[in-house]
């Protein structure tokens, strides 16, 4: 008795969370096919704002701004990341637990004090805004994310098959490449992915960082919402949210750690 | 193949003496057991001689020449892991390639020492498995594949058989000797079980805390211990010690054994005789029987000499008049006493 109630309580609960985390996503998703430039109702299907999205060289540029800054901190981010994870794991440096430890808090300060810091480092050390500014910010950004992945998935790693490895005559960089990275190879995939995610949907570090005039996505959004919503935001937005839940999905299906290929 | 040599070897592990001083010669082509309880140095001797560990002094040296600037990649070796440490990403035939690869043999060439190897260890078959797919016999048999074909100069087999049954593990046995002789390889095993090492071995050495205690052919060091750790840990001896006196050794219980060679003496466990009435040989000893253990063709009678713990092994039939507990009567020759240095 109880626990079918309990039972009941309990998918109720869950079907709240995925309501309220859902339903503005698809508001929003069913409006940049809604017809009305004001969201009025009743809902009549029209494609047009993703054709105006099309036309509009302004969102483009940024989008197209945002994928290449992203995809330049994911290849970064990820090679340097997974370097820094294998190191860690492989050798006993002095002080690794402490730097272990000062991978966290990154993850945890608010970006705005994190994009702050930034602006005044890259002042401070002379480079000041600029697209190189926004990439090293990412890159920081990202950095942690891989490296907490990636570790997690060498921690199920077996070391003698290093060792076996390098008793049959492989050195350092082919028992890397050859055994070690063919086994995180999932947990690198899913750093890369959150990686990219980072990057993507950055905003804080972006703004501060990039010079005027070189906007990103979320920065162009930002301020076209501060001018006056369009369906066409809504549009573009939802593009975004599509291609987000797709990586994220597929990194979540990667990064289920340990798991045997 | 390959001399191996070690000279003064010492390891330390904070206060633990891994290694202590461990000089020993490898034959070439030989079969070295290294045996000794858990903990008692055989791994990081192993993994000394393969690079993995690097001694605090003393050297290893390969026909001659030193390696302690040689990389493990570079010295030459094959080597068993316990667990096997196959690739899981690569087939059976990669796994085994592996080592050909490196060295950047022809694929042609490659293909061709895999399939013979396969072949050597009975796996022809399933070079395209994957490690997953295969019994914990067959995982075995392609650790020792990728190991030796390579033709390394030493063969190092870090308990290679423990994972395995006790039945696979005797079938296992016969086949890493018949492997071992085909292919001539310098190899050094490692086992804590004594009757592994004492059936595969030409040379035994036994360590026991960092210590080389004893080496030698399994027969020479079986048949005489020399001291009472090699002797009880080499098949079950049971220890005797006292005072010698001008007519034998004067037992604590006042019983003299006559002929006693030392003052500690060793007899072991198929050489004692159990009677419940006394028995007419000259060396006997009044003790008690604690518990008859049945175990097949083979019986084990647990007793007690003056609290001490003595153990004697005989056919089933030896026992058959015996009560299951009781005070009876002990007796060896005076042949079957192993003199021992050290009380
Ligand atoms: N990497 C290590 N760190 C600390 N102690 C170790 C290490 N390797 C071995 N030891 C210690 O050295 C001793 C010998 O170990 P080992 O060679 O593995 O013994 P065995 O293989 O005979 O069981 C043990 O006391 C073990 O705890
Ligand atoms: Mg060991």
Known sequence: ?261 | MAVVRTEGLVKTYGATRALDDITLTFPDGGFFGLLGPSGSGKTTLLRAIAGFVIPDSGRVFIDDAPVENVPVEAREIGMVFQNYALFPNMTVAGNVGFGLEVRKVPAAERKRRVAEVLDLVQLGELGDRKPHELSGGQRQRVAMARAIVTRPRVLLLDEPLSALDKSLRVEMQIELKRIQREVGITTIFVTHDQEEALTLSDQIGILRDGRLVRHGPPREVYDNPRDPFTAQFLGEANLFSGTPEPGGLRLADGTLIPGAPTATIAVRAEDLRITLDEPAAPIRLRARLRQRIFAGAMGTCVLDWRGNPLKAIGRDQDFAGLPAQGDVWLSWDSADMIPLSEG
């Open chain 1, 1 to 261: 008795m109880t626990n079918r109630f309990l039972a009941r309580l309990g998918r109720i609960y869950l079907g709240l969370i995925l309501f309220f985390l859902y339903a503005p996503i698809l508001a929003m998703a069913a409006m940049s096919f809604n017809a009305s430039e004001f969201y009025q109702l009743p809902f009549r299907f029209s494609t047009e704002w993703y054709e105006r999205l099309w036309r509009n060289d302004e969102i483009l540029t940024a989008a197209w701004r945002s994928v290449w800054i992203a995809v330049v901190v994911t290849v970064l981010a990820t090679a340097a990341g997974t370097a820094a994870s294998i190191a860690l794991f492989r050798y006993d440096i002095p002080g690794k637990r402490i730097l272990q430890v000062l991978l966290f808090p990154p993850i945890a300060i608010p970006w705005l004090i994190t994009g702050t810091a930034m602006l005044i480092f890259f002042f401070g050390i002379g480079v000041g805004r600029g697209t190189p500014s926004v990439i090293v910010g990412h890159v920081a950004l990202a950095l942690p994310y891989v490296i907490v992945v990636v570790t997690a998935r060498l921690s199920t790693f077996d070391r003698t098959l290093e060792e076996a490895a390098r008793s049959l005559g492989a050195g350092p960089f082919t028992v890397t490449m050859r055994v070690t990275v063919p086994w995180i190879l999932p947990g690198i995939v899913a750093g890369a992915l959150f990686a990219f995610a980072v990057s993507f949907d950055q905003f804080v570090v972006s703004y501060f960082l990039s010079e005027p005039g070189d906007t990103t996505l979320p920065v162009l959004i930002y301020t076209a919402i501060r001018k006056g919503f369009t369906p066409e935001i809504n549009a573009i937005s939802t593009i975004i949210i599509g291609l987000s839940m797709a990586i994220m999905l597929v990194a979540a299906r990667y990064a289920k750690f340990g798991g045997e290929r």
